[in-house]
């Protein structure tokens, strides 16, 4: 790869698809370690053949209205590759046995996230995903009874110094449908 990276092409605005912020109501959590690397294509940001190793599952979460978040931050390198850190800021509801496992698990796992965008909606760029070069660790999490609903509010984060190269990879495999079905079936073919 060279040093001298420049852009390449013109940054415009296409009018078929207006800006829109905000993610649907779930998003699928995978165990980094249960992606298929050997099936996965990475082509820039493009991502497509994302399956899951044998008897591996993705794990869905969902939310209400605005109350699950994507962001990415440029982070400048002194070495010169700039890269971007990810967060995913989301709660847990419940405050049962099942819901404390589910914390527990979070607090010491290492995941990918792939989310349904309301930009694109309908079309095949409307899937992103994060943590998927790098992985996404909890940094922060707290329950209190008397805010959030008591529910437990967490963030999902890139660890200081594995951020990835891009602010995010759009899944890009065939039609939305067939995108929709396999994150629906939660990417079990």
Request: glycine letters at 10%; a negative charge.
């Amino acid at each position: 790869m060279s040093c001298d990276i420049r852009l390449l092409n013109n940054i415009g605005f296409d009018c078929s698809k207006p800006a829109k912020a905000g993610l649907e109501t779930k998003a699928l959590l995978i165990n980094r370690a249960d992606i298929d690397k050997t099936a996965l294509t990475l082509s820039g940001a493009a991502v497509t053949n994302i399956s899951l190793t044998s008897g591996a599952t993705a794990y869905s979460i969902g939310w209400v209205k605005q109350l699950g978040s994507t962001a990415s931050s440029f982070v400048a390198n002194e070495n010169g590759l700039n890269k971007f850190s990810h967060t995913f800021n989301c709660r847990i509801f419940g405050q049962g046995v099942e819901d404390a496992h589910r914390v527990a698990e979070l607090a010491n796992g290492e995941y990918v996230l792939v989310v349904q965008t309301k930009w694109g909606a309908g079309t095949d760029e409307a899937f992103k995903i994060y943590g998927l070069t790098s992985g996404l660790f909890m940094t922060e999490g707290a329950q209190n009874s008397g805010e959030s609903d008591a529910s437990f509010t967490f963030v999902l984060a890139s660890q200081e110094g594995f951020e990835e190269q891009y602010h995010q990879y759009i899944w890009k495999e065939g039609t939305y449908a067939a995108m929709k079905a396999k994150f629906d079936a939660r990417l079990v073919d």
